[in-house]
């Protein structure tokens, strides 16, 4: 199974971006649940994560209200739906297995600037 993350990039603080996810391989579905993120010299923290059926969701209160997790299991992708992004919000961004970051991809940049 492979996850790919895309859509990071540069956005002033108040600034919105959509990241996506695609899968690839057999069963990915179940290795596409949730969000992580890591800046730089913190460690890894769960952002949001979503069943395989898209109706529950769960977020971290950090995000809470500013960020949506969905997932399109016939487009084999996810997302994550970042509103009034802050600098703090800075990361890299990977979807993964678990909270732990398990199976996660490369990841994608998010630079959130005052």
């Known amino acids: 199974v492979q996850l790919v993350e895309s859509g990071g990039g540069s956005v002033q603080a108040g600034g919105s971006l959509r990241l996506s996810c695609l899968g690839h391989g057999w069963g990915y579905e179940e290795y596409m649940k949730f969000w992580v993120r890591q800046a730089p010299g913190k460690e890894l923290e769960w952002v949001s994560s979503?069943?395989?059926?898209?109706?529950?969701?769960h977020y971290a209160d950090f995000v809470k209200g500013r960020f949506t997790i969905s997932r399109d299991n016939a487009a084999l992708r996810m997302d994550l739906q970042m509103n009034d992004l802050k600098p703090e919000d800075s990361a890299i961004y990977y979807c993964?297995?678990?909270?732990?970051?398990?199976?996660r991809g490369p990841g994608t940049q998010v630079i959130v600037t005052s």
């Open positions: 993964a297995k678990n909270a732990q970051g398990t199976a």
């Open positions: 979503i069943n395989l059926e898209g109706n529950e969701k």
